[in-house]
């Protein structure tokens, strides 16, 4: 079944349920936010890449999942991603991590969407772990 959006393109039309499944069966972290009331939703991988319950997530900044180091400056690329939103890898030409609960840092990669919804301005964070590829890197790299 599809429907038209008021742009008039034609879109599937999802159930809630249908959607909340296909979060949930990502085999990475998704965290939806915005740029004043924080964290609104997260899956399950965000879950457990970062420590956090979801009722822990829900309503925080997104600079709790930052080392502490980093929370700061990253108001300041918060507020400019807001400003001007477009999809973006974050961290080109850097590694980039994040704090789980405990306190540990953690290599990850992040990925950006805004989502312009009639409910305001989102922003989707897709956050994939690449410790087990940099443990793999630095064994190849011992090895030459």
Known sequence: MTTRNEV?????????????????????AMILSDEHRGIHLVNREAEALFGYSRDELIGQ????LLP????????NVRRSFFAKPVARRMGSG???????????????????TPIDSGEGLFVLSVVIDITERKRLEEDVRRAH
């Open 8 to 28: 008039g393109s034609v879109l599937p039309s999802f159930s809630a349920a249908l959607l909340e499944a296909i979060i949930e069966s990502a085999p990475v």
């Open 61 to 64: 900044q997104i600079e709790m």
């Open 94 to 112: 850097r590694e980039l991590f994040g704090a789980r609960k405990d306190g540990a840092k953690v290599p990850i990669e992040i990925a950006l």
């Open 68 to 75: 502490s180091l980093s929370q700061a400056a990253h108001v």
